[in-house]
């Protein structure tokens, strides 16, 4: 894997200088006995000149025409050696290669450059996607050093720059993380896949995530920010997309066994197996993990099991199938007040207090290769799902009396996708290759939420006594239709343009009761519908300023539903705003990147977000004595800062490891925020130039990577500013619900040593054993502060055949 992601780096790198050549050719690399695409095939025409094909085995290029003596080469396969002329009416072809398993074991990879980082730029197009005039980064997780036991986050996520974390959970199965200012929990801000289809529980409604993949199964993660929303959907940080490994090409079975154990009763147990059986790719896991937790009353369990069948139909047409299931059950130890968290950040005031959820996601996937420039990709899928909680909400400086009966707040998703995207590369000035990309989403989706109490024990029970004493019974249909467009105009050899817009019809829906005053036992009921239909455009500008670096521009437009929680009235003191209004905004980007030789991997920028109508919670006043909470939209706020990263591999200065596979590499991942809210009404001056919670102003990571021989891993500093939890920019509360999030620093360190078919490893997570929290909440998994997990110890065993 590591040679055909270097394949893939040298190809693009030295592509870039060949575009004033007159002849567009284009084909496709199979492999000689499956008849299948090979994907990530080298193709060497020059000293100079080279292309790599996609995840399909297609290729394309710019050549001048004449006689070419071309070497194709490939994980797995054997290298090979094509003559082929080339001229205007003979600029296509398909080559075959022989497979060659002695080629992992043997192949001299000395002249081909390395990847440079674990974090890599996605090509300008790949499969039915655009990535060119945006900011973009692909996390490749086969090269990554980092607990992949327990999702470390930090050191996942440690070389995007920006990435503000909240620490939900010690098993890594509930993914909170934001950029520029927008809120982490539960990673809402944007849109979530996995293996490009959706996996929050409701992307209109309710755009949460309760489900991440475990990261041992994952081939890599791919981010886009802001203008994602084009191509994907109305999020405002972007695209999120989880990509899971595949079967391996070359072989019919494929096995990877770990087994991990660690501080505080925890264990991990991921295996997987996989391969390819003439016209079948396949690929399974399963993963379970538990473990006792850092704090009293903390303990979890969780199973993770995934299958991926991929059959070719024809040479051109495949058809896929995945399913995953997801179960876990914790128990959540509550919030802690300020003072208790400086007298023991360990100890727990609740003992009732649970969770649990249920993921269940079929999908289909079509992929057709109509030809080398032309691919048509449909995935038709589903989330059926839920998600419990049961414990005490009161304040955490009230007592938790067993007598009295819990809260109970259970979510049930039915939720059906599909979305087809076609893509054709044609040829605009000079015979430079130009690509349009069109696509159609359409979803429904139907959450239903029941709140109520229950009467019985301290245990995991999520049942409610009857259905006459739910607080809560609501049903939340909603629709989706969408239709996007984006062109890539390679308008020179240096420089493009990609304009795009995205037309959207959302209807959303909100039908049931809620009894905010259990006393007096009245319904307050609800039937609300909201229709709209709007467009989104978007601008992206890419110029290489040389073969290895470019300039990048992007401007697009960014829109969020009002979500559920929002219109639900809780409290018999709380009232909605009936004029409530949708989040509407934009992103704006300018960066250079690029790479400096073969040693140094950069990527600086600086961004500008606007986020219209942000909705929040104000005190109000019915002109007597009464004084109730008020839903609506406070003010805009807006966004502005720089986000950088460098990598540097020593190594590389060296002659001998110039091309060498071997790393003592250095990285920086520095951000700077600047997030408040503007434009304030004059009845709400309490915002007016308060600072946007959790927007922390400084969040810088640093690392040193290494790899020698048998030898790997990586030591990763971290600090985030400190931030406020809400917006009024509270300093302190008596309940621990509100107030500052003080500055933390975390450092991470993990080694491994690998001997041919074994691994064994070892990691440390909270170096110095800081203790800090990262969230302060006034609901689950509170109420009150939520402590994060001190020092810890694990120890991983893997073995692959």
């Not at 100079?48 to 003596?69: E, I, M, P, V």
């Not at 018999?572 to 980007?589: A, H, R």
């Not at 002659?655 to 809210?677: D, I, M």
């Not at 909440?777 to 402590?787: E, N, R, V, W, Y």
Request: hydrophobic content about 35%; glycine content about 8%; aromatic content about 14%.
């Amino acid at each position: 894997m590591i040679k055909r992601f270097t394949f893939l780096l040298f190809a693009l790198i030295f592509s870039l200088g060949a575009y004033a050549q007159q002849v567009n050719v284009s084909g496709m690399v199979k492999d000689q006995v499956t008849n299948t695409g090979i994907p990530y095939a080298t193709l060497i025409f020059t000293k100079t000149a080279s292309c790599t094909s996609d995840s399909l085995g297609h290729f394309s290029y710019r050549l001048a025409a004449g006689k070419y003596t071309i070497t194709i080469k490939a994980a797995a396969y054997g290298s090979k050696t094509f003559e082929w002329k080339v001229e205007a009416g003979n600029s296509e072809k398909v080559f075959e290669l022989p497979t060659d398993v002695r080629q992992l074991g043997t192949v001299n990879i000395k002249g081909v450059q390395q990847h440079l980082s674990d974090v890599q730029l996605q090509i300008q197009t790949a499969g039915t996607s655009i990535y060119a005039g945006k900011k973009n980064e692909l996390i490749d997780m086969n090269t990554l050093s980092a607990n992949t036991a327990i999702n470390s986050t930090r050191q996942i996520y440690a070389k995007i720059p920006g990435v503000n974390i909240i620490e939900n959970d010690e098993a890594g199965v509930s993914l909170s993380i934001a950029t520029r200012g927008l809120n982490p929990n539960r990673t809402t801000e944007f849109n979530s896949r996995q293996n490009g289809y959706d996996i929050s529980a409701d992307p209109i409604g309710y755009p949460e995530n309760y489900y991440t993949p475990p990261t041992d199964a994952l081939d890599g993660i791919e981010i886009i920010r802001g203008a994602a929303s084009l191509q994907y959907g109305t999020q405002f940080a972007g695209l999120l997309n989880f990509k899971l490994k595949q079967g391996p090409t070359d072989k019919p079975i494929d096995v990877v066994s770990k087994q991990t154990v660690g501080s505080y009763g925890f264990f991990n147990s991921f295996n997987s197996i996989g391969g390819q059986d003439k016209k079948l790719n396949y690929y399974a896991f399963y993963d379970f993990k538990r473990g006792d937790g850092w704090r009293d009353n903390t303990g979890f369990n969780v199973h993770n099991a995934f299958i991926s069948l991929k059959y070719a139909l024809t040479p051109k047409l495949t058809l896929g199938f995945d399913y995953t299931f997801m179960y876990y059950q914790m128990q959540q130890p509550g919030g802690l007040t300020d003072e208790e968290f400086k007298a023991n950040p360990r100890q727990s005031l609740r003992d009732r207090n649970w969770f649990a959820a249920t993921w269940n996601i079929p999908a289909l996937t079509l992929n057709y290769a109509i030809d080398t420039s032309n691919l048509l990709t449909v995935k038709v899928y589903s989330l059926i799902a839920d998600r419990k909680n049961v414990g005490n909400l009161s304040p955490i400086n009230f007592i938790d009396n067993p007598s009295i009966p819990r809260t109970v707040m259970n979510d049930d998703y039915r939720n059906y996708y599909m979305e087809a995207r076609y893509i054709h590369h044609y040829a605009l000035i000079n015979n430079i290759q130009s690509s349009f990309l069109a696509g159609v989403r359409a979803y429904h989706g139907d959450t239903h939420r029941t709140q109520g109490y229950n009467y019985t024990g301290s245990d995991a029970d999520f049942t409610m006594r009857d259905n006459n004493d739910r607080q809560i019974d609501y049903r939340f249909p909603s629709y989706n239709v969408a239709a996007f467009a984006e062109n890539v105009f390679k308008l020179t050899d240096k420089f493009s343009v990609i304009p795009g817009a995205r037309l959207e019809y959302i209807q959303t829906n909100a039908k049931g009761y809620t009894i905010p005053d259990t006393t007096m036992n009245a319904k307050t009921l609800g039937n609300e519908s909201h229709t709209r239909k709007f467009a989104l455009l978007g601008l992206g500008l890419d110029y290489k300023v040389s073969r290895k670096t470019d300039l990048y521009a992007n401007f697009s437009q960014n829109y969020s539903p009002v979500s559920f929680t929002d219109i639900i009235i809780l409290q018999p003191n709380m009232k909605v705003d009936p004029n409530l209004k949708d989040v509407k905004g934009y992103n704006f980007d300018l960066g250079y990147r690029g790479q400096i030789k073969n040693i140094v991997s950069f990527d600086v920028s600086g961004f500008y977000l606007l986020y219209k109508n942000r909705i929040g919670t104000l005190q109000q006043s019915d002109g007597g004595n009464a004084v109730y909470l008020y839903e609506t939209n406070i003010s805009n706020s807006r966004s502005v800062g720089a986000e950088t990263y460098a990598e540097i591999n020593l190594l590389h200065l060296l002659p001998q490891f110039q091309y060498s596979e071997y790393k003592l590499a250095l990285f920086g991942s520095v951000s700077y925020t600047n997030a408040s809210y503007i434009d304030v009404p004059s009845d709400r001056k309490q915002f007016e130039g308060k600072k946007v919670e959790y927007a922390a102003p400084w969040i810088d990571r640093y690392g040193i990577d290494f790899l020698y021989k048998h030898i790997s891993g990586s030591l990763q500093y971290s600090y985030t500013d400190a931030e406020f939890s809400d917006a009024t920019n509270a300093k302190a509360s008596t309940d621990g619900n509100t107030g500052i999030i003080p500055a933390y620093h975390v450092m991470d360190v993990t080694a491994a040593y690998t001997l041919k078919r074994w691994k064994l490893s070892f990691s440390v997570n909270n170096l110095t054993n800081e203790m800090y929290f990262t969230r302060r909440t006034t609901g689950f998994p509170g109420p009150g502060i939520i402590p994060s997990e001190g020092r810890s110890f694990y120890t991983t065993l893997q073995f692959h055949l």
